[in-house]
């Protein structure tokens, strides 16, 4: 019976009931009423998560840095974890890329369909254009700039600076180190407790994982099909085969590419990683946000998996703002499509611009709703295709973040297991 209705079945039921509950709402014209009474329990549940998020990571990344035994395997650390972290990216685009072109979802667009959509998305292009054209006009040097903050209560205070909190907790962790230990201990002794705190914080706010998965996936499918379902299934059926290419490319991934390097590399039973893993995919897929599901992950990681808080707080934190192996593979197939869809031929040298452009618009993307989209601009204008392409994919773009985000949740947490096995730091399952 306890497992029966375990955490993850659970909130298996609450994506089933939440999907019912958003189909009838939309067919009897109550999406509204679901937007404005259901909507906010899910946003509660995002809040809380992020909420605890930030002080996580720095308990765990502090705890991290000075349990290690010198600088020296800390910067090993920092270099397997980012080698693995753009290794495991190339390989996403690629088979985006590869899938794309074989399916060729573009063609099967029809010219009717394409002008109906350019005309229903044109307004949304233009916003997420201008905020695309912001992050790509910073300067070469500027995600580094952006690195280092100025001032710490600001970056603790913002949710999208978690590389700050990183870099901050990173170097209050590497001058605990250096500090005499009678000095260095009472700071430890409280991290310690805060950590556990955190900790506990965490499997409170689960409890409430199920009614906001419900009203998260309720609201999506209310505002996806609105009071007119059928138009949402008109929208699904055009751009059908575009979005199981994607599905597809996402399942390439988590069913055979990483199991293949959990199984030997990491050396780990890609069965126990999927049990593990499950809260946190599903937190990912409800919430679309690889930042929000951070507490979770780290959750599943560690107390599940046996990685410990010196490995899972350093990787899972940077993996959450800088891996998106879903994202990527996403934004090589979109871009494919809009270019099959307008007729624009990608050549060998646009197939690389692409490889790049995603790697590094996957770095700059947070792990937040949608910003792959935004990204996806600038990889689309790397290779000379008109961003007003964007409208051709906007319709089903929030249900393809639910997906993509399961697989960059994922990737962040297999990374860490073959981290953490390079380390000989998983305690034995
Ligand atoms: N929502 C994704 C994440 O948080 C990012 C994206 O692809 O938009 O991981």
Redesign the pocket.
Known sequence: MKRFLSLPVLIVAAIVAGLAAGIAASATGLHQVVIDWVKPLGTIFIALLKLVAIPLVVTQLVLGVASARDLRSLSRLGGRTLALYAGTTLVAITVGLLLAHLVAPGRALSPADREDLRGQFAAEVGTRTDQARAVRDRGPLQPLVDLVPDNVVRALSDNQAMLQVVFFALLFGVALLCVPTDRARPVLDLFEGLNAVFIGMVKLILYFAVPGVFALMTACVAEFARDDPSRALGLLGALGLYFLTVVAGLLTLLAAIYPLILRFVARVRVRDFWRAMIPAQLV?FST??????LPVTLRCVEDDLGVPPRVAGFVLPVG?TVN?D??SL?QAVATVFIAQAFGVELGFGAQLAILFTALLASVG?????????VTLVIVLEAVGIDPGGLALILAVDRLL?MF??VV??TGDAMVCLVVAAWEKARAPG
């Open positions: 990912a679309s946000s690889s930042s929000a599901t959450a998106m879903g994202t996403y993307a947070a792990g937040v709703p949608g910003t792959g989209l973040d993509r985000s960059n949740v």
